[in-house]
Structure formats: structure tokens, C-alpha cells
């Protein structure tokens, strides 16, 4: 292919992986790894370090907007990265020895399984009622876990506390495993463990986990980087469309409350997951 | 600054960078018709064996310090600097923590550090090259 064609080809699926992303509510990676690997054909080795570097630039760019909310929660993110940034060594570690063992079609069908769960969460999952702050546990003054944000749409501030940490730092360090063995941020699971696991308002867990994809990612990528599964040229280029996909995905949510075009897209993911799954055991 | 202020920073300028030296490394190679000793074609294609375990971070560092003129270096360190802005971010935190005492915090963060520079400097030493 034409190199210039394939420079486009790349910022478009950035482009479009953070756009939909930001839509579905799934990160960038979970996009951009199917499409390189289904329709471009891309080495999913290199699709998947490349969309940890773009899942890094989607964290950073929107944290900092996050972190200025004051909704995201520092503390309770830090300390539960302690689980992902270890899950995400192992999990870099253990792809790297089923890539050395030829078993590509392993993380396929992996990674198909996993997009149609975290669907199903995003899809089941949004909790709307009326938040209640648990009574807080033991952990909840070891970890310093309660706060408050103030919430745009009740117009008032909502307190909160954090419960059962364990579980939420167990949970987590599975997410660092799915993370460095998939490329991705994990960012579903990560808000169903504060959300389910730690009675978390979803507002907090969604802009705690989006603050702490950044770091998981860069375990993972750090990883990778020895392995030599960061191809600069897709992982650069996406990473630059990823940027603005993610960008004009999270304005036009802001707009737009239309279930119906956030439901096609998560028929369209659906059927990419399928498709990872056939193409990996061979159909 | 408080620390909310300081990160939000930090991640901003980590991105700028790092698009920065991407897109100047392209223009460098689009121009040099190719970088790093590759040709366009070698380096642009999908299953392209030009990879990250050729160049070391050193290397990296050491092509963009002395200006030089191939692109890939550029486009390598673009990748490296935000692979770099989520850990420098949690260094900075750690300072944070200390410097509001909280030591509980500090000593978290610290672990956090430790298991990224792990990821960095120890795992590496323990594959077999």
C-alpha cells in the first residue's frame, strides 16, 4: 500500500476508535484493535501497542479536564493502581509468551470475549437512582476514601465514601492483567469495581478510572516497548487521531442524548467482537 | 498551584510534546524519504519489522538531543513521552503527598513509582535476549 494512503488510513481509525469510544463509553482501544486487525490487516501485536500509546493520549488529554472537575478522586485512584500497574506487567508478560508460542488466535478470541462483556456492562449497567453514601468501613479511614463533588445535573454537592477496598485493589489487578494482555484500558471493569465493589457514585468511579487508564496503559506500554511491540509509525499515527477522535467524541456526547446512535454503535462493536472470536478460532 | 492544577498541567504539556514530535518526525521522514536507514515504504507498512525493540529509550534520547536529521528518532520519542507522562505524573503526586504529609499517601504512590520503574529496569533484565 501507497505510504501516504496508509498514514490516512491510520489517523482515520484513530479518529474514528476515540470518536466512538467516547460515544459507547469504552475507551479508543477497543476500536482501533479490531479494526487494524480485521480490516488493515496490522500484526495484532502492534494493534495492540498501539492502541495502549492512544488509550495513554485519551487519559491524559481528558484527565486533565477530568482532574480540574475535581470529581475524579486522586486518592482512591492511586492507591488503586498499586493492583494495575502490577496485573499490567503480568499480563504484558504473559502475552509476550503466548506471541512467542504463535498463539495469536488465543488473544483474539480473548479479546472478542472481552469487548462483549464490557458491552454488557456499559449496556446493564448505568446506574441512574439516587446515590447513598455506605456507612463507611475500616478501609474507608485507612485509605482516606470519602469525599464530595458537586453535581452539575442535581445542582448540589453529593458526599460520598468508598467501601471495601480489598475487593475493589483485587478486582483491579485483573483489569492491569486484561490491560497489558489485550492493550486496552480496562476501563469497564475498572468502574465496575468502584462502582459495584467500593459504592462509589458512577460520576466518580467513571472519572477516577478514566485517570487511571493513563497509568495502567503505561505499565503495559513500558512492557511492550522491550518486547518490541510499539511499531512507532501505526502507534504514533493513531495516537495523534485517537487525540482528536476522543475530543470531538466527548463534545458531541455532551450534546447529544440520543440512545439510538449510541445503541448502533454498540451493535457495530458487538459484531467486531464476533468477528475477533471467529477469526481466532479459524472461521 | 494545588495539586490538581499541577497534574492537569503536566498530562497537557505531556500530550502537546508528544504530538509535537510526532508530526516532526513524519515531516522528517515524508521529506528524508525515510528514516533510520528504511525506506518510506519499509517503514510505513502494517507488518513493518522497524520496531520499538531496536531502539533503546537511550538512543532515543541521544538521536533527539543531537538534532539529527532522521525522523524516526523524533517519532520514537514522541511515544516515549507520553508513555513517560503517566509516570511522571505519579512521581509528581508522590512529591504532593510528602509535601502535604501525608505519609500514608506518599508511601502508596511510592509503591505505585516502584512498580513502574520495575516495569522499566527489572523486567527487562529478567528476559532472556
New interface residues.
Given amino acids: 500500500m501507497i505510504w501516504y494512503l496508509l498514514l490516512a488510513l491510520m489517523v482515520a481509525t484513530g479518529l474514528v476508535g476515540g470518536f466512538l469510544g467516547a460515544i459507547v463509553g469504552l475507551g479508543g482501544a477497543v476500536v482501533i484493535v479490531p479494526i487494524l486487525t480485521l480490516f488493515l490487516g496490522v500484526p495484532i501485536a502492534y494493534a495492540a501497542g498501539a492502541a495502549l500509546v492512544s488509550a495513554i493520549a485519551t487519559s491524559s488529554g481528558s484527565a486533565s479536564s477530568y482532574v480540574m472537575d475535581k470529581v475524579s478522586n486522586i486518592k482512591i485512584g492511586m492507591s488503586l493502581e498499586v493492583g494495575t500497574t502490577l496485573g499490567a506487567i503480568v499480563g504484558s508478560l504473559i502475552v509476550a509468551y503466548i506471541y512467542s508460542r504463535n498463539l495469536s488466535s488465543l488473544v483474539f478470541v480473548l479479546f472478542g470475549g472481552v469487548l462483549l462483556v464490557s458491552l454488557y456492562f456499559e449496556l446493564v449497567h448505568r446506574r441512574h437512582e439516587h446515590y447513598k453514601a455506605p456507612k463507611p468501613d475500616s478501609t474507608t479511614r485507612i485509605f482516606q476514601m470519602g469525599g464530595s463533588y458537586y453535581d452539575h445535573a442535581l445542582r448540589r454537592n453529593v458526599r460520598y465514601n468508598g467501601i471495601r477496598w480489598h475487593i475493589g485493589e483485587a478486582v483491579m489487578f485483573f483489569a492491569g492483567v486484561i490491560s497489558g494482555l489485550l492493550g486496552v484500558g480496562s476501563g469497564v471493569m475498572k468502574v465496575v469495581a468502584m462502582d459495584m465493589g467500593m459504592r462509589l457514585p458512577t460520576k466518580v468511579s467513571t472519572s477516577t478510572s478514566n485517570f487511571m487508564i493513563g497509568v495502567t496503559a503505561a505499565a503495559s506500554s513500558i512492557v511492550y516497548w522491550n518486547f518490541g511491540y510499539i511499531q512507532p509509525f501505526i502507534a504514533g499515527t493513531i495516537a495523534v487521531g485517537a487525540i482528536v477522535g476522543a475530543y470531538l467524541g466527548t463534545k458531541m456526547f455532551k450534546r447529544m442524548h440520543g440512545r439510538t446512535i449510541r445503541m448502533i454503535f454498540m451493535v457495530l462493536l458487538a459484531l467486531m467482537a464476533v468477528q475477533m472470536i471467529a477469526k481466532g478460532v479459524g472461521l | 498551584m494545588n495539586?490538581?492544577?499541577q497534574?492537569?498541567?503536566l498530562?497537557?504539556v505531556?500530550?502537546c510534546m508528544?504530538?509535537l514530535l510526532?508530526?516532526a518526525?513524519?515531516w522528517l521522514i515524508?521529506s528524508n524519504g525515510g528514516g533510520g536507514g528504511y525506506s518510506?515504504?519499509q517503514?510505513?507498512?502494517?507488518?513493518?519489522t522497524?520496531?520499538?525493540?531496536?531502539y533503546s529509550?537511550g538512543a532515543v534520547f541521544g538521536g533527539v538531543a543531537r538534532g539529527s536529521m532522521d525522523g524516526?528518532y523524533y517519532?520514537?520519542a514522541?511515544?516515549?513521552v507520553?508513555?513517560?507522562?503517566?509516570?511522571l505524573?505519579?512521581a509528581l503526586?508522590m512529591v504532593d503527598f510528602a509535601y502535604a504529609r501525608?505519609w500514608?499517601?506518599a508511601a502508596?504512590?511510592c509503591?505505585?513509582l516502584l512498580?513502574?520503574l520495575?516495569?522499566?529496569f527489572v523486567?527487562?533484565a529478567l528476559?532472556p535476549h
Fill in positions: 495539586m490538581e492544577a497534574i492537569g498541567w498530562l497537557r505531556g500530550v508528544s504530538l510526532v508530526g518526525g513524519m515524508a518510506l515504504a517503514l510505513f507498512s502494517v507488518s513493518s522497524v520496531n520499538t525493540s531496536q529509550p524516526v517519532i520514537m514522541g511515544v516515549m507520553l508513555v513517560l507522562t503517566p509516570v505524573r505519579v503526586s501525608n500514608a499517601y502508596i504512590t509503591i505505585v512498580d513502574l520495575a516495569a522499566m523486567v527487562p528476559l
